[in-house]
């Protein structure tokens, strides 16, 4: 009887953990659902496309998209990408109602990950 009461009490208890790490668990996924359908409300929003701002960006600055985002900056629709060229990565933010050019930068996360990569050495 002492043995079953000991299991019925861990059982329990590993339930419980386990419920508490799904339950943090999907406050993550929620927030990624979330996110994605901010992403896409803005699109919708936008004046041209995605692809359309893709192509304006990779016209801009050659190379490869490695990431992109479309978020809202001073009450502006803006696509942003990361492109990968040969001199390192650039940041390209294109105008979501108007196609232009808002920006082109060096990304400043390659620059600080290369500053690592050559301090460790």
Known sequence: MNMKKTLIIG???LGIAGGALLYQGSDGIENVLASSNNESKLIEEAKISE???????????????IEK???????????????????GEKE????????????V???????DKEQKEESAK
């Open 11 to 13: 059982g329990t208890a």
């Open 51 to 65: 692809a359309e701002a893709e192509k304006i960006a990779l016209e801009e600055v050659s190379g490869d998209v």
């Open 105 to 111: 930068e060096d990304d400043e996360e390659d620059d």
């Open 92 to 103: 390209v933010e294109i105008d979501g109602m108007s196609g232009d050019i808002i920006q």
């Open 69 to 87: 985002e479309v978020e809202k900056e001073d009450g502006k629709i803006v696509y942003e990408f990361d492109i990968k060229t040969d001199a």
